[in-house]
């Protein structure tokens, strides 16, 4: 079995050490695991160990008020995937050279991932009519379907409607590795937005 592992930063060993003796000479026992946790935890400035484990997974704890201890909660980090990149070499016969899509490929991952490149060049915060999303779409794809993009975007959860149709907006998600490699492929003009 896996354990998340919560790094901790303190900021001052000195007082930490000294929080950390006091709590521990007040006991009249050896402390177990558990108790350590806490003691650990209470020394660095949290309520106890559970505190601290939801402080490390929700955000940096902020800084101490005067006369406390500072510590910082690190989150664990996750390594960004890589692209594959023989998915993306696939991808380039679908796009043109100015980076419009061709033809609607007929595989759903490669479906997918043509929705992320459209939905990467739509403005963030900007609302479109159902007429403007399509006129934009338009400029990405040479097979004239704009109802079939609309719909797929909003399908894979990459814009918001309202319940008439309209009132298109993209929705701020982060995308797969595979975007910004395939974007600086077919020489897209415009930046990925990450």
């Not at 896996?2 to 521990?24: G, W």
């Not at 704009?146 to 959860?157: I, P, W």
Request: hydrophobic share 40%.
């Amino acid at each position: 079995m896996t354990r998340t592992i919560f790094p901790m930063a303190v900021a001052d060993m000195s007082a930490f050490a000294k929080s950390l003796r006091e709590q521990i000479v007040t006991l009249d026992h050896k402390p177990s695991h558990v108790e350590m946790l806490n003691l650990l935890s209470r020394a660095a400035g949290f309520k106890n160990y559970q505190h601290f484990r939801a402080s490390a997974k929700t955000a940096a704890v902020p800084p101490a008020e005067e006369g406390h201890l500072s510590v910082t909660a690190l989150h664990p980090v996750e390594p960004e995937p890589m692209p594959n990149e023989a998915r993306v070499a696939k991808m380039l016969r679908l796009f043109d050279r100015e980076g419009r899509l061709i033809r609607w490929p007929t595989k759903r991952a490669q479906q997918e991932l043509c929705l992320w490149l459209l939905w990467s060049k739509i403005p963030r915060g900007e609302e479109f009519s159902e007429r403007g999303i399509s006129e934009f779409l338009n400029g990405f794809h040479l097979f004239g379907d704009a109802a079939l993009l609309r719909r797929d975007l909003f399908d894979l959860g990459l814009v918001t409607r309202k319940r008439d149709g309209s009132g298109y907006r993209r929705i701020e998600r982060k995308p797969p590795a595979e975007l910004r490699l395939l974007a600086s492929r077919i020489g897209a003009g415009r930046a990925v937005a990450a």
